[in-house]
């Protein structure tokens, strides 16, 4: 399944945002579900998984800062509430179903003054 990611943007140091990671008719609720997030000439790095049951794990430059949920409601879509961004937050942000190949096109998020 390719998903499709939004929500990026422009934001300052501090600043929030949300991304979504959602595709139509997808059971949220039953996969494993990463976040991935690349800059230009470096390699694609995780920094957070929701598994079934809701349970989530993060990479330590995030844990803290982000928070990784399902959509409870429609069972639509996976949501990564970003807080306190920081400049090294900078990247394009993606997230995939564990053990896929798909990739979607990314959201670009950057932060910066």
């Known amino acids: 399944v390719t998903f499709v990611e939004s929500g990026g943007g422009l934001v300052r140091p501090g600043e929030s945002l949300r991304l979504s990671c959602a595709a139509p008719g997808f059971a949220f609720s039953e996969a494993i579900i990463s976040w991935y997030r690349q800059v230009p000439g470096q390699a694609r790095q995780w920094f957070a998984t929701?598994?079934?049951?809701?349970?989530?794990?993060y990479t330590d430059s995030v844990k803290g800062r982000f928070t990784l949920y399902r959509d409870v409601v429609t069972n639509a879509a996976v949501y990564l509430q970003m807080d306190n961004l920081k400049p090294e937050d900078t990247s394009v942000y993606y997230c995939?179903?564990?053990?896929?190949?798909?990739w979607g096109e990314g959201t670009q998020v950057t932060v910066s003054l």
């Open positions: 995939q179903e564990y053990d896929s190949a798909a």
């Open positions: 929701i598994i079934p049951g809701g349970d989530t794990r």
